[in-house]
């Protein structure tokens, strides 16, 4: 094992073939014990096995704090994650709100096989693991048991079609509890179609809705990350407001009658008619 410029033990690469394609775990330099996930080129999740609390994507750090807003500091939750990378946000609850009890959904076995080898898992963490379809996952999560659900899947740098519908969504409120939150990183770009229908497919089923993004994503100037968050109850849009803004790189928070402008109109999702996120440009991983 070489040394890199800082006397630090310069780690290897970790690359192996799984079920979704080449998975890469590259070394971050900067952070002894970080590593970023890419699979089949695309950046899928970043993690710090000295400090799971340190979010490295914009999006994910979106997602932190919805997390964070969820419930009072440090009270755990239940909290389902359909999409499982490297774990990244479910390390996240689980070490800022000890004992939440979580369960994460993942299709790619070797991937979670992958992951919990290279990069463990606290053995304090009160996290499931199954390996499953995000829809087929989330049938058999009881009624009434999430605070907050979590959606970040890709199939490669896709968001799978039948993730995009009404009836999706509708199981998704089955499995929250009275006023809990559901969370979900949208990807997209000009012209925002996509991105405009499942706020119309969200509204369809929750009466309350927030977009968090980069202020050139939301005008269609680039294809980006939209974090989405839904409930039956109020949403924290001031505090997810200030905290989005607080970010290295800023996000706005889009509610209310902006979003219903913002939407233009656009039909919800169905099954029937539902079809995956547009694939990203080849520039945005260059």
Known sequence: MARNRRGRAARDAVVEEVDGGLAELLPDPDRPHAWTLLVDGA???YVDLDDPAYLDFEYQRRLGHIADLTAPPGKPVHAVHLGGGALTLARYVAATRPRSTQQVVERDT???????????????ARVRVRGADAREGLAKVPDGWADLVIADVFSGARTPAHLTSVEFLTDVRRALKPGGQYAANLADGPPLAYLRGQLSTAAAVFPELALVADPAVLRGKRFGNAVLLA?????????????????????????????????????AVTDARAVASPAPPPSVFR
Do not use: K, N, W
């Open 231 to 267: 409930s039956e109850a109020p949403l924290p849009v001031a505090e997810l407001t200030r905290r989005s803004a607080g970010d290295p790189h800023p996000a706005r928070v889009a509610h209310g009658r902006e979003l219903v402008d913002f939407s233009g109109g656009a039909a």
């Open 43 to 45: 950046p899928q999740s």
């Open 110 to 124: 070797a991937l979670v096989q992958l992951v919990r080898r290279a990069l463990p898992l606290d053995p304090q």
